[in-house]
């Protein structure tokens, strides 16, 4: 079957492909070379629409235990799904905690066709990529939690070397079938197992002769030596600390010049000016961005309204119960690895905290200059549900829409926030490169996110609205592997993705070490500790797609 | 893990028959058949004796023998005739369960675990107040005082000390110096011989006292006058304030139970007592809960329906979407309240866990041993998950999804596949 979409105005960055007009021919799932000798057996005509690759989400909680208890603990955030009723389907939609379905069904009806966890316990990665295969219409991922769990400090505060950590590193990407590595909150997800309710990117931790600089640095450069294309991705210490700016730009320095990721970095960019001892540290985060080089972000913007914040970070849920709405929290601790706490949230703009977070979030997108280097994210669902994805959009490309929402906000809020000074607008060009391009290139996924020759069919045709929130919240057509699955917004064909990978190598010496760890004091065996590819495919439901490593220790 | 061909020799096995999902059985070839080293697990031992011993019945309509063919004929007769059918049981691994959500869905089905009353008793508390929990490594590397409230923990959860109360090694907290306190009807019970005297208080207790005793220790944590003058339900007051002491002085402590126990009238109050006694301590020190379920799915059931749908079980597709009802879709108050006219009933794990007896018109997927004790309208006999295919399930602490393996050369077929055949025919 061989299908052409013509006259429509491209946006493809990868390509370096800003707004111009061609044609595209889709056969086998993917993008050709140029016009075939034979005529299409289906033309789509584009004629004034946007067309740009299927949009890549680097950063959004989607699959896992702590998902899944989001969901039990909040009935009453479920609601009926009116807006896809047509697509049919066994779900509710509750955007703060949509059921696996909605999920998928949500993001491809906005333009998303690949999506990534960000937080994947190795002992629970079973329950999500179960949950990621029940998300139809999207290829999944997810980034293995390391840097709390009891082995690797262990590792390190022996001192072995660098090698055998980064065996450890390549063994545990293989055995939770993920492409990327995540720290959170580094050692102190273990500290607060230790009762210690604070710990700073300097301090010791209360049991292991280390410290969270220790914890960044050994896993960044274990991710670059093993050639993985992701960063490590650092959800960093204090989230949510007025002064945390200092622990943030700490964070960026531990990684000594190896590639770093800081995730949903508004909620670490805060400074203790003013009265009320809270205010925004943008400015600083974006300098220190922009200066250097390996430092790559996402911004975790917040929204308002009713919505759960679910994180590995058990030691800053744990501290932010007292904020809940609905009152009530869950935490755990998990299996010596890390833990979890789910805290439902209402950002209101009227309360001038949360409008300065929003505000902060803003001022990081327009103040760093390189959009290769920051990518859309409302670290879902803990800033905002993903379904607000297309508003948060025409806040960065409509300068008029946006001070005009400033002047909702809290006004101390605003008058502490530089929002009403800076005049960037984001081109659609830009648009693309944060949310399609640039996701693809750090993830190492040379076959999506571009609408080059070769590249997966996944692509997303807009109309072209008065407003962006419009054009980017109701695609004209959605394409999943060449395949039409939305159409004028809604869900006309269901189908389920794959798992991204990277498989680095390792030296098969270091299973010893862990399976007598696991055997001496964990719960689970090695044998069923790790994810086999015959098990993704026939049990769990998403078969594995490898993607290239650069040669270990070429960093 | 993940293998259609049966496991050769000495295999490591995960056992399906309890929620502690113990993961280093092994099983070897024997004469007659396989053989599983349960590692001294009494239950497992038995379960798997049983179902490796015990023939197949046959599938059959009303009692008589039928072909497969004609069970899922007249069951998909009966889905599609019946205006509100009842899904229940759900003893089964993830597959199943996918499979059973899709059915539902489309028959408009209400969907209901057969330990539905012990598993609200929990998660109706999560959904009013949250809770702080551990899981099994962090209780048996951490834990360094024990309250394990109720006596059959140790019944239902056969390798509970080893494993996890007093395990032979731990990282952080030395087993030879743990506390161990168990409360409940102690009284006239042997306490489990596993456990060491010296580190074991036993506190007898009503269960139902259980909830005056977490408020009385949650009022001498905070340092509140209390007239408790000769003391609480039968324990002296200087015990009280001793435990309360402990509970302040330990660094990690953990309040284990199995809401299964706890089968009385408004037993989640309970649960609120013992969750919110881990909340306090966890104001200045620090303390996990680990409630006990997962034996016959029931974790698994709820994980999977939760994700797919939004809502944990007591749930229902009878009006398009999705709907939750944990009081209302009660399964036992829908068979006797005759609101339903249909009962779907899966028991893959255990034979032990067939259908309740009533009037209505049941299909019954049952473990091959399942030999209903009346006869059913539609009895299809389906492979246990872990012996006859593979599959998952999560043991009691809700993080862990294990593979189950397969054991043994069956023709039986899994529930999930069952279920796709039933779903072709309506």
Redesign the interface.
Known sequence: MLTKLTGGCLYDPANGVDGEVRDLYIRDGHILDGPPAESPDRTYDLTGKLVMAGAIDLHTHIGGGKVNIARAMLPELQGRDDATSRSGGRYSFGPATPSTLATGYRYAQMGYTSCFEPAVLPVNARQAHMEMADAPLLDTGGYAMLGNDDLLLQLMSEGVGQEVINDYVAWTLRATQCIGIKVVNPGGISAFKFNTRKLDVDERHPHYPLTPRDIVRTLSRAVAELGMPHPLHVHASNLGVPGNQTSTLATMEAAEGFPIHLTHIQFHSYGTEGERHFSSAAAEIAEAVNRQKNVTIDVGQIMFGQTVTISGDTMRQHANRRFAHPRKWTCMDIECEAGCGVVPFRYRDKNFVNALQWAIGLELFLMIDDPWRVFLTTDHPNGAPFTSYPHLIRLLTDKGFRNDQLACIHPDAAAMSRLAGLDREYSLYEIAIMTRAAPARILGLTDRGHLGPGALADITVYHERPDAEQTFGSPMLVFKGGQVVVEEGQVTRTLSGSTQVVRPDYDRRIEQRIGDWLDRYHSVRMGNFRISDEEMAEGIGSPVQVHPCRPRGSA | ????EAKSADS?L?CPFCGLAC??LSVAPGEQGPKVDARGCGLAARSFAEALGGASAPAAIRGQPASLEQVLDHGAALLRGASAPLFAGLATD??GM?AM??L??RCGAVLDHLNGDALFRN?LV?????????????V???ADLILVAGTECFERFPRLSE?LLYPP????SPPRERQLVLIGPWADRQTPAELPKSQTTVLPLDLKDLAGLMGILRGLLAKRPLQLGGGFAGIATERLADLAERLRGA??SVLVWSAAELAFPHAELTVRALVELVRDL?EE??A?ALPLAGSLGDVTA???C???????LRSG?QQ???R?EPILYRHQDLLSRGETDLLLWISALSPAAGPPSTQVPTILLGNPGTAPAEPVEAFIPVGIPGIDH???WYRSD??????LGRVRDSTLLPAAEVLHLLKKRL
């Open positions: 893990m993940w293998s259609t490591v995960t993961d280093d993830v597959n996918r959500l899709e539902a869905e998660l999560l959904q009013e107040h949250g809770w702080l929990t551990g899981t099994f490594a962090e048996r590397n951490r494993r090694d731990a990282l952080f660094r990690y966890n020190t620090r996990a709820n994980q999977v939760t994700w797919q749908t939004g809502y944990p597709f398009g979407g999705p939750y593979p599959g998952h809700t993080v862990c999804t294990l593979p």
